[in-house]
Structures are given as structure tokens and as C-alpha cells.
Antibody
Framework: EVQLVESGGGLVKPGGSLRLSCAASGFTFSSYSMNWVRQAPGKGLEWVSSISSSSTYIYYADSVKGRFTISRDNAKNSLYLQMNSLRAEDTAVYYCARDPRVGATTPIGLSDIWGQGTMVTVSS | QSALTQPASVSGSPGQSITISCTGTSSDVGGYNYVSWYQQHPGKAPKLMIY???KRPSGVSNRFSGSKSGSTASLTISGLQAEDEADYYC?????????FGGGTKLTVL
């Protein structure tokens, strides 16, 4: 079964750090670009970051640039999001999602497989 | 990286058709044929319904269709069913980013 499972969410103080993980199974992880998308409580979806299959191409939303770092370990079938200098407005459910285009280098807003999400709360 | 504009809500009766619009600019929706639509039920992850403006993934009902005119994309749902009640989001390629619309809540009356 094709599956994405996020972990690592939790409660963190403003200015703190958190590392999210996304474990992939059921498909050849190393062939696909991956995305992080978040959703603040009661709000809409917001694209956060994307990484190509070999980590050559990386993209960030302006709202997280310089604070978040996306990475992946194809040997471990895992995607990561290192979040530093967290703010209250980063509070959200964070989803990892697969771009279905094999070998894609640029994100086009296309995600066919989504995880169940992990909640990040930034509060003192 | 501005969000795309969607109506906050739409509604329709079972069996009717509804259309949800998604308005952007020539830098996103109007400039590329890379518009996707997602359905999200409460507490669930989004589900891909339409990609590349008008293509349907395998398994998605043909009651769902997409189109684009200029900088406005549209999602049409025909033969409305109770299970279509959900939030719908558009998303577009915009160079080095992929903004979403603000979302539209569909109510099936």
C-alpha cells in the first residue's frame, strides 16, 4: 500500500525548533519529488516547501525561507522538515505529499499521495 | 506568492451542478496549464480531484471536471451528491512557488 506517515509534531515555544519526518512506503521514494503543505487551524492549505528526487532542486515559500530546511534520505525512504525560529503563525497541521511526476524538478502544485498530517503548535 | 482567489462558499441541491472559480494572474493560473483541485473533508487529508487544469486522476468520478479561461480556472461538479460536501482548494504553478486558493466550502442542501 502506498503510504506516507508524518511524525515529529508537538508543542514548542516561540523561537524554538522542531524536526518533522515523513516515512514513505509502497512506492520507489527515490523517484519522486516531495512537498510539505501546512494548514493552520480553521484555515486553508499553504504550500511550504518542495524537494526534487535527488535533492538537487529545493524550493521554499517566502513565509518560511531562511527558517525551514527541507531534506530527504532516499536510503531511508524519508522526508524531513527542520523548522527553526518558530513563530505562532507556524502553528498548523503539516502534511507531506508526493508529486506523481517521476523525475520532476519544479513543483507545480500537484500532489497525489498525502500523509495524515502532524500537528505543530507554537505557543508559550 | 499571493494566494489565489476562490469564493468562500457555494451550495447546491442533490443532482444539480455547481462551479467553483479560482482567480489568479498571468503569473500563475493564466500563464501555465498547471492548475490542480483538491477536495478535503473535515479532519482528513486533501484528495487530488483534477490536475493540469482538466485531467482526472484514476478513480475520480467523471462528475468532476476542470477548465480555464484566461486567469480563472473552474471546477464543475455535476449531479451533486451528499458526499461531495467538503472544502475545495485550487493550486497553481507560479514559477518557483505553488500558491493555493483560500478554499471554498461546498454545501449540499
Amino acid at each position: 500500500e502506498v503510504q506516507l506517515v508524518e511524525s515529529g509534531g508537538g508543542l514548542v515555544k516561540p523561537g524554538g525548533s522542531l524536526r518533522l519526518s515523513c516515512a514513505a512506503s509502497g512506492f520507489t521514494f527515490s523517484s519522486y519529488s516531495m512537498n510539505w503543505v501546512r494548514q493552520a487551524p480553521g484555515k486553508g492549505l499553504e504550500w511550504v516547501s518542495s524537494i526534487s528526487s535527488s535533492s538537487t532542486y529545493i524550493y521554499y515559500a517566502d513565509s518560511v525561507k531562511g527558517r525551514f530546511t527541507i531534506s530527504r534520505d532516499n536510503a531511508k525512504n524519508s522526508l524531513y522538515l527542520q523548522m527553526n525560529s518558530l513563530r505562532a503563525e507556524d502553528t498548523a497541521v503539516y502534511y507531506c505529499a508526493r508529486d506523481p511526476r517521476v523525475g520532476a524538478t519544479t513543483p507545480i502544485g500537484l500532489s497525489d499521495i498525502w500523509g495524515q498530517g502532524t500537528m505543530v503548535t507554537v505557543s508559550s | 506568492q499571493s494566494a489565489l482567489t476562490q469564493p468562500a462558499s457555494v451550495s447546491g441541491s442533490p443532482g444539480q451542478s455547481i462551479t467553483i472559480s479560482c482567480t489568479g494572474t498571468s503569473s500563475d493560473v493564466g500563464g501555465y496549464n498547471y492548475v490542480s483541485w483538491y477536495q478535503q473533508h473535515p479532519g482528513k487529508a486533501p484528495k487530488l480531484m483534477i490536475y493540469d487544469v482538466s485531467k482526472r486522476p484514476s478513480g475520480v468520478s467523471n462528475r468532476f471536471s476542470g477548465s480555464k479561461s484566461g486567469s480563472t480556472a473552474s471546477l464543475t461538479i455535476s449531479g451533486l451528491q451528499a458526499e461531495d460536501e467538503a472544502d475545495y482548494y485550487c493550486c497553481s504553478y507560479a514559477g518557483s512557488s505553488t500558491p493555493f486558493g483560500g478554499g471554498t466550502k461546498l454545501t449540499v442542501l
